[in-house]
T-cell receptor, first 116, second 112 residues
Framework: DTGVSQDPRHKITKRGQNVTFRCDPISEHNRLYWYRQTLGQGPEFLTY????????KSRLLSDRFSAERPKGSFSTLEIQRTEQGDSAMYLCASSLISGGQYNEQFFGPGTRLTVL | GQQVMQIPQYQHVQEGEDFTTYCNSSTTLSNIQWYKQRPGGHPVFLIQ?????EVKKQKRLTFQFGEAKKNSSLHITATQTTDVGTYFC????????????FGAGTQVVVTP
């Protein structure tokens, strides 16, 4: 399977704990995005990378959230001191950007986080 | 803001019927993308519209971009049970190309 993969698929944690999620994009894709989705809502943008550079981070995003893409391949999203409001599906997507145009994003299966 | 509004939020359709879902913006859209998310699944890209008045068809699905580029629609004919899911429109952000801003979606339920 050469699609976007995410690990773990499910994570249950206690409030105050740190969690880290991993995303492996489609190999030739230079853009990687993180979204958060809650029930009944569309994906909400969190941050994105072009190769290894983090180009934008949502202003709504708490500083407890940090993301990395150290070698321009896989990415990690860490949430420190989790809160119950962080419970959501965390989606990763990748795309190939060229010529300054929008292209389709390929989404992974997501990591469902439950904070108790 | 730069949000897109989708209506209806919920659509209950009898199998074989047609329906339309709408995506509206208060500001001009540079482009609009449509995604489908099956229950328990992840969003899957359907189409991208860029030109004013553009119409694209995929089998029973017809996508339209308004002349003023402030709205878009998805029309499905002869609905099948495989059409069940949530349909999202997403706009490309004007301040950061590549980033998408999704609507809240239209959840479609099909009754056999």
């Amino acid at each position: 399977d050469t699609g976007v993969s995410q690990d773990p698929r499910h994570k249950i944690t206690k409030r105050g704990q740190n969690v880290t999620f991993r995303c492996d994009p489609i190999s030739e894709h230079n853009r990687l995005y993180w979204y958060r989705q809650t029930l009944g809502q569309g994906p909400e943008f969190l941050t994105y990378f072009q190769n290894e550079a983090q180009l934008e981070k949502s202003r709504l995003l708490s500083d407890r959230f940090s993301a990395e893409r150290p070698k321009g391949s896989f990415s990690t999203l860490e949430i420190q001191r989790t809160e119950q409001g962080d419970s959501a599906m965390y989606l990763c997507a990748s795309s190939l950007i060229s010529g300054g145009q929008y292209n389709e994003q390929f989404f992974g299966p997501g990591t469902r986080l439950t904070v108790l | 803001g730069q949000q897109v509004m989708q209506i209806p939020q919920y659509q209950h359709v009898q199998e074989g019927e047609d329906f339309t879902t709408y995506c509206n913006s208060s500001t001009t859209l540079s482009n609009i993308q449509w995604y489908k998310q099956r229950p328990g699944g992840h969003p899957v890209f359907l189409i991208q519209l860029v030109k004013s008045g553009e119409v694209k068809k995929q089998k029973r699905l017809t996508f339209q971009f308004g002349e003023a580029k402030k709205n878009s629609s998805l029309h499905i004919t002869a609905t099948q049970t495989t059409d069940v899911g949530t349909y999202f429109c997403a706009r490309g952000a004007t301040d950061s190309w590549g980033k998408l801003q999704f609507g809240a979606g239209t959840q479609v339920v099909v009754t056999p």
